[in-house]
RNA sequence: GCCGGAGUGGCGGAAUGGCAGACGCACGGGACUCAAAAUCCCGCGGCCCUUGGGGCCGUGAGGGUUCGACCCCCUCCUCCGGCACCA
């Protein structure tokens, strides 16, 4: 049995290799199927997460062609990243070539689990050819102000003297030295995806194919805050001495009693330089804020200083101290709030903490609703003691005093984002280089389009320390700027390795082309993505950064689509009892080593039939028996008659039946839409599987061969249906069990199986009879049957009549061919 | 804290207003066998009644809408995920 399933799955995959099977047209004729998954990072081994995510593409994949789409079904490596350089680090092999080594034996393992990929159009996002037009958008993003350089904060340990990625800092410590890592500003690039901030929620609205969940993570993740910005005024500042302050509760501007400053903002730095006790707060702020910057860091809480100066509150003309709070934060808004402690919950800690007043000026609206005895209260309600507003309801008062700062010229409606600038430095060597120059005169200059790409050098020392390790090589580094020809240096960081997978399946569609990052036409023929399947955890990132990067392109000229994708499935985790497997939990199940005992189509199916795409999987190994079992079953049963079999045609309507013919026939079509259904519109290949095993159930009581004509044809089509439509879950045997049922064409290039309403329609229906909505009794009826017609023959059932008995009938439902329910009393 | 998602037999799950538990695992019984494995057949939510058969309860808890609720609405509990001083 072993032995077979390795001989027959080898078999086919050598054909479907031999013949191209799978190989996809540049441009497609007719209907066509982008069907993607996320590419795998090559980091040693394939592991079951794989296994389940191709598993379920692969379905849709070999499906689809068999419904006659042109498909699109390619494979890649997500090939650059911080793994090869810890293997450098650990033991000594170079990146690329530990690298390398992983794809080649992970791409032995894909192909044994016999994905149906276009192997031509498979690249590595580390090959030069590749990453060059990274380094091409990148000039590109930069010549439209796409693409800026600013301080930025890093992860930084001083005892190693060098940048850490976040996964390098454990509980705030290094993870190689343990020393206390900090918080420090350099220079970095960033890519301006905040510009399209607007349009990638906006687009959310139309985007009926993507999970709801993925949807809403984004819209969180972007979180557009629609408020006022005000202008305040520090009089002793001097100049305009105006600080504005951003909120989404103007309304509540006649209860500011105080204005506060984030300790980086620069009023606060000004006031600084003449109160040294504000100086001082503010170094101590900073300090624990770089502290906090990484994960693990504690929460501190609200401190603050008073800093003696007054601010003026442009709506009241009322004066009000101005503080320096490590609570308000830089980055969002304008870096300054107005404290009203009587209406926002950190306000009123921070003023209860400090004495600062606490003013009421909304009231609820509802007498009865729990209000705090200071008259705090955070919720909507209506405005009192605010000039000409008191009395309107919290949303027109947002709505009138916002008009009121315009009108005034000290403010008016504003929009914040948290969303913040892709920042895409990385301190790192195996990355994509960033493609500028620094020189001394002529400042930041790209490398001309023509020098690309710049290429890794391949002679490199991986330490782990004292900065990156492409900054240390010196005849990579020193250049002549291509614009004074005087001595310069390149830049020396790396892109982020989201920058690789923001665009790869475009260049699945023309991988070789050197001329362009891939050919319009090509990209107008095969966009958008029908199905991108991969993690829920790239629903943020990852799938904002690739939709950012399509629009880019679509400003560029190179493609016509504004998403690059129609529907997305975000598959569950595989765990094992209960948690994520990983090898320091012993709990990893190695893909191999079950496909070496039970072959990769006993792998594909349970994977497939344990659970829906979309939930998380728990990986039990008694449980893939099922599925092991049914496919022996299959395979078992099916040659003893496949002689007859393979010499007995389809019906044609024509033959005599028996009941028991037609009743099967009725099952098979029936299976026919059951199956089509859940795999084209539900994506759930689980319910599919058990509807195919229901049938082969029921043909496999038939399986003798009968002595009629139309016996014989009714089962040759059920048997046929089943290695048919099992065949996109398990391709290997299903092709070999095809075969030898006479199956002219692979079963690959055989059309899907149809189906035949009438056929499916059901004769007798059971319908369910009721009293009271209780079930009392059951009635096969002819289908169609209702009304009257209906009731009498639920009336004359013994269990309803029992139940009748000494009622009257006050009502009676009836929904043909599904159920009578007696409403009496 | 805020925003989501999920709670169904011993287990994975099915049914998304109309027979709750399809399909599968595990388990029990039987057949085959000297025996075991494999395979095949039967049974399998709980409680109760004297059988055929029937009754009652049952989809996290409580309430509501409906002739009828796992499914829709409200309140609560538990677990999981995301964000986390976002003004």
């Given at each position: 049995m072993i032995d077979f399933h390795q001989r027959v799955e080898t078999k086919w995959q050598e054909r479907w290799e031999r013949e191209g099977t799978f190989r996809a047209p540049d441009l497609p004729e007719g209907p066509r199927f982008y069907c993607l998954e996320m590419l795998?990072?090559?980091?040693?081994?394939?592991?079951?997460?794989?296994?389940?995510?191709?598993?379920?593409?692969?379905?849709?994949?070999?499906?689809?062609?068999?419904?006659?789409?042109?498909?699109?079904?390619?494979?890649?490596?997500?090939?650059?990243?911080?793994?090869?350089?810890?293997?450098?680090?650990?033991?000594?092999?170079?990146?690329?070539?530990?690298?390398?080594?992983?794809?080649?034996?992970?791409?032995?393992?894909?192909?044994r689990l016999g994905f149906s990929y276009d192997w031509d159009r498979e690249f590595a996002t580390c090959d030069p050819a590749y990453y060059r037009w990274n380094q091409w958008f990148f000039l590109k993003m930069r010549e439209r102000g796409l693409a800026?350089?600013?301080?930025?904060?890093?992860?930084?340990?001083?005892?190693?003297?060098?940048?850490?990625?976040?996964?390098?800092?454990?509980?705030?410590?290094?993870?190689?030295?343990?020393?206390?890592?900090?918080?420090?500003?350099l220079p970095q690039w960033f890519l301006r995806i905040t510009d399209y901030a607007d349009e990638l929620l906006e687009a959310m609205e139309e985007m009926p194919g993507w999970p709801h969940k993925v949807l809403l993570l984004q819209r969180n993740w972007i979180g557009r805050s629609e408020g006022a910005e005000i202008r305040f005024s520090i009089p002793e500042l001097g100049g305009d001495g105006e600080v504005p302050v951003f909120t989404t509760r103007v309304d509540t501007i006649y209860g500011a009693t105080a204005l506060v400053l984030a300790p980086e903002h620069p009023a606060a730095r000004a006031l600084a330089d003449r109160a040294p006790e504000v100086a001082e707060f503010i170094a101590v702020a900073m300090s624990k804020r770089a502290a906090a910057a990484h994960p693990g860091g504690e929460e501190t809480g609200k401190t603050g200083v008073d800093t003696g100066f007054r601010a003026v509150n442009p709506f009241s003309g009322e004066e009000i101290p101005v503080f320096v709070g490590d609570y308000v934060l830089m980055e969002y808004g304008t870096g300054a709030v107005m404290a009203v402690p009587a209406h926002d919950e950190r306000d009123y800690e921070f003023a209860k903490k400090y004495g600062i007043p606490i003013r009421p000026v909304v009231i609820p609206n509802d007498p009865e609703a729990p209000r705090a005895e200071d008259g705090a209260f955070f919720e909507y309600g209506t405005v009192v003691d605010s000039g000409s507003f008191s009395g309107l309801p919290t949303e027109e008062a947002k709505t009138a005093m916002a008009e009121h700062a315009r009108a005034g010229g000290y403010g008016g409606p504003k929009i914040a984002w948290r969303f913040r600038d892709w920042g895409i430095s990385r301190q790192r060597y195996w990355g994509t280089p960033i493609p500028m120059?620094?020189?001394?005169?002529?400042?930041?200059?790209?490398?001309?389009?023509?020098?690309?790409?710049?290429?890794?050098?391949?002679?490199?020392?991986?330490?782990?320390?004292?900065?990156?390790?492409?900054?240390?090589?010196?005849?990579?580094?020193?250049?002549?700027?291509?614009?004074?020809?005087?001595?310069?240096?390149?830049?020396?960081?790396?892109?982020?390795?989201?920058?690789?997978?923001?665009?790869?399946?475009?260049?699945?569609?023309?991988?070789?082309?050197?001329?362009?990052?891939?050919?319009?036409?090509?990209?107008?023929?095969?966009?958008?993505?029908?199905?991108?399947?991969?993690?829920?955890?790239?629903?943020?990132?990852?799938?904002?950064?690739?939709?950012?990067?399509?629009?880019?392109?679509?400003?560029?000229?190179?493609?016509?689509?504004?998403?690059?994708?129609?529907?997305?499935?975000s598959q569950g985790m595989v765990i094992k009892d209960g948690a994520k497997m990983s090898k320091s939990k012993g709990n990893v199940v190695d893909p191999d080593a079950v496909v070496e005992r039970h072959g990769a189509d006993a792998i594909r199916l349970y994977v497939l039939f344990e659970s829906p795409p979309e939930k998380e999987m728990d990986w039990t190994d008694a449980r893939l028996a099922g599925p092991a079992r049914y496919l022996g079953r299959l395979d078992r049963r099916i040659p003893g008659d496949a002689e007859w079999l393979a010499g007995t045609s389809l019906p044609t309507g024509e033959e005599i039946f028996e009941p028991s013919d037609l009743a099967l026939r009725r099952k098979t079509h029936q299976t026919i839409r059951r199956v089509t259904r859940d795999l084209e519109q539900r994506l759930h290949p689980n319910t599919a599987i058990a509807a195919i095993m229901e049938l082969t159930s029921a043909v496999s009581q038939r399986l003798p061969e009968a002595a009629s004509d139309g016996s014989r044809r009714a089962v040759r089509e059920a048997v046929e249906a089943v290695v048919s439509l099992l065949n996109p879950m398990a391709p290997h045997l299903t092709e070999e069990l095809w075969e030898r049922l006479g199956g002219e064409r692979m079963l690959v290039h055989s059309p899907w199986p149809?189906?035949?309403?009438?056929?499916?329609?059901?004769?007798?229906?059971?319908?369910?009879?009721?009293?009271?909505?209780?079930?009392?009794?059951?009635?096969?009826?002819?289908?169609?049957?209702?009304?009257?017609?209906?009731?009498?023959?639920?009336?004359?059932?013994?269990?309803?009549?029992?139940?009748?008995?000494?009622?009257t009938v006050r009502r009676v439902v009836t929904v043909p061919d599904r159920l009578v329910n007696f409403v009496a009393s």
């Open positions: 795998p990072y090559p980091s040693g081994r394939i592991h079951m997460g794989h296994v389940r995510n191709y598993s379920i593409g692969d379905v849709v994949a070999r499906f689809r062609r068999r419904r006659g789409f042109t498909v699109m079904h390619p494979i890649g490596w997500d090939a650059l990243g911080l793994p090869a350089e810890n293997a450098a680090l650990e033991r000594g092999a170079h990146p690329a070539d530990w690298t390398n080594r992983n794809i080649e034996h992970m791409r032995r393992q894909l192909r800026y350089r600013k301080n930025g904060p890093v992860n930084w340990c001083p005892r190693c003297e060098t940048v850490l990625a976040n996964e390098q800092v454990e509980a705030g410590h290094c993870w190689r030295c343990e020393a206390v890592v900090i918080s420090r500003d120059i620094h020189c001394r005169d002529c400042g930041e200059v790209p490398v001309p389009e023509k020098d690309l790409p710049v290429e890794l050098p391949r002679d490199v020392e991986i330490t782990g320390m004292g900065g990156s390790a492409l900054s240390k090589i010196d005849s990579w580094n020193r250049v002549d700027c291509p614009v004074c020809g005087a001595g310069a240096r390149r830049e020396t960081d790396t892109m982020d390795t989201f920058v690789d997978s923001s665009w790869y399946f475009y260049r699945y569609l023309d991988p070789r082309n050197d001329q362009a990052p891939f050919d319009a036409e090509k990209a107008r023929a095969w966009f958008p993505i029908d199905l991108y399947i991969g993690g829920v955890e790239h629903a943020i990132l990852h799938l904002i950064y690739c939709r950012f990067w399509t629009r880019v392109m679509r400003d560029l000229g190179l493609v016509a689509n504004d998403e690059p994708v129609v529907r997305q499935l149809e189906y035949d309403e009438e056929i499916a329609r059901d004769e007798q229906v059971l319908v369910v009879l009721q009293v009271n909505g209780k079930l009392r009794g059951r009635l096969e009826a002819p289908a169609g049957l209702e009304g009257g017609a209906l009731v009498a023959l639920a009336r004359a059932n013994p269990g309803i009549r029992r139940h009748l008995e000494g009622l």
